[in-house]
């Protein structure tokens, strides 16, 4: 719970991203630059995490943990286009391999109903498969306390300064490419990249100011 003190910082915080993030991204002339410019906020939630984890509390996560990978995970739509084009650079072999557990896990979503703790698609031999380009909520999660993420807690300890400041840059992102008509909504993971996989106009099409994605996640009707 933040003070109004805090919470003015906050909103002061997410308007000055904005302005810098949104004269930036008027820069970008095509759609490969558009996409790419979410890098920078994945750089900057990198530096305040490692920032936030020397100056403490310390996260309690470990290399091979992956507790906070078997949670309903969101990504935007610049992210969403990273991932997929970053997947098509694979080996054929292994991109088919992707898409076959991104359809599992669609399956099985279905079948839970969202109701059970699913793995991440991108989950494979606990790494994550798409580490480079894996969305900015990934990348602000951590925990201060295994134990409770071991008993599946629905409160898990953490760093109310970091989360702040890394949903700042994020939502002040998403701000500057919704002020250069482009979407930035959050959209399930792994249904949202399996359908930019099968569909290759959809990164066109979003760049035209489409909304390609409907909430789920899957491509919304031409
Ligand atoms: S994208 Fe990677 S880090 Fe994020 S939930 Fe999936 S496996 Fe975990």
């Known amino acids: 719970m933040l003070t109004d003190e805090e919470r003015i910082a906050f909103h002061k915080s997410i308007a000055g991203v904005r302005h810098l993030a949104a004269k930036s991204l008027a820069q970008a002339s095509d759609v ?26 310390v996260p309690d996560c470990k290399l091979g943990c992956s507790y906070c990978c078997h949670i309903r995970v969101e990504a935007t739509d610049p992210e969403i286009f990273g991932i997929a084009r970053r ?20 399956t099985e979503r279905n079948v839970g109903g969202g109701a059970t703790r699913q793995s ?20 602000k999660a951590h925990s201060l306390s ?13 760093n109310l ?6 949903d700042a840059m994020m ?32 990164e066109a099409r979003w760049y035209n100011g489409e909304d390609v994605f409907c909430c789920s996640g899957q491509l919304a009707p031409d």
Do not use: M, W
């Open 120 to 139: 991440c698609a991108f989950l494979v031999d606990a790494r994550c498969a798409i580490y480079e380009v894996r969305p900015a909520t990934c990348r």
């Open 146 to 158: 295994v134990k409770q993420c071991e008993a599946l807690s629905p409160e898990i300890p953490q």
């Open 161 to 166: 300064k970091l989360l702040v400041e890394a």
């Open 171 to 202: 939502a002040g992102t998403a701000e500057a490419y919704r002020d250069r008509k482009l979407q930035a909504a959050a959209h399930e993971l792994n249904a949202a990249v399996l359908a930019a996989l099968n569909d290759q106009s959809a």
């Open 32 to 57: 490969g630059r558009a996409i790419e410019f979410v890098a920078n906020l994945h750089r900057s939630l990198d530096s305040v995490a490692l920032h936030a984890s020397k100056i403490g509390p």
């Open 87 to 106: 997947i098509r650079q694979r080996p054929e072999a292994e991109v088919a391999d992707l898409i076959e557990k991104l359809r599992r896990h669609a």
